[in-house]
């Protein structure tokens, strides 16, 4: 389904055209992508939202160059991915991109500070000052020598945040943020990510939390590998139509 907008005098972050992603198993073909079209501006905050199985991690996945489309061109940064080494597929991801996962991935024997400092290593620039920085930016300093093991999981989570703004992403990529954390805490969560964008990040989530898909710009629907736009009406009337049917809690 086409989503292209028209905004001339600016250069979009994420460009999709046709963009399609076929898995084999076996003697089966399994399409979970099929044919996405969309763009993604800056400071953009994108929600895309649908059932499990719909292809949203595949779409991800696709957007940060961790998976190759079957067919279709994708734009990141006005590079034409497709054209791309896997050196500079490598390079981009990694300076250019930040990741958030569902599950964290810390890594559990080092300190909250070093987890953060992991991306300036990789890539050669060691930055103690971005670590103090980002650490207060997510009000962990305090916790700075903690290990993993010892935080909540609000707290881990917004490590794994410092973690992805450490080598200065242009586009912030986020996968079920708050589906391993209490309401508490993904409130909390919500906040910090509607906050950076507000500072100018560009951010594109995943996600089946209805609070952080009201708080984003653009909300896309994913079904069956096909995209959908949607009003923040019909997001809160589907809101209200669980909440019906779930009843109070």
Known sequence: MGMKQSRPQMDSVVSAVGLSKVYVRGREQVKALDNATFDVW????????GPSGAGKSTLLNLVGCMDAPSSGTLKLLGQSVEELSEAERTRLRRDRIGFVFQHFGLI???????????????????APARVDELLAKV???????HRPHELSGGEMQRVAIARALMNQPSLLLADEPTGNLDSVNGEAIIELFDRLNREGLTVLV?????????AAHRQIELIDGRLHNLSKTDLQSRRQLVNLQTGPT
Not at 139 to 145: I, K, N, T
Request: aromatic fraction near 4%; proline fraction near 12%; charge should be negative.
């Open 108 to 126: 559990p024997t080092l300190t909250v500070a070093e987890n953060v400092a992991l991306p300036s290593l990789f890539a050669r620039r060691p």
């Open 206 to 214: 995943v996600t089946h939390n209805h609070a952080l898909a009201e």
């Open 139 to 145: 009000g962990l300093e305090p916790r700075r020598d």
């Open 42 to 49: 800056p400071g953009d905050f994108v929600a895309i939202i």
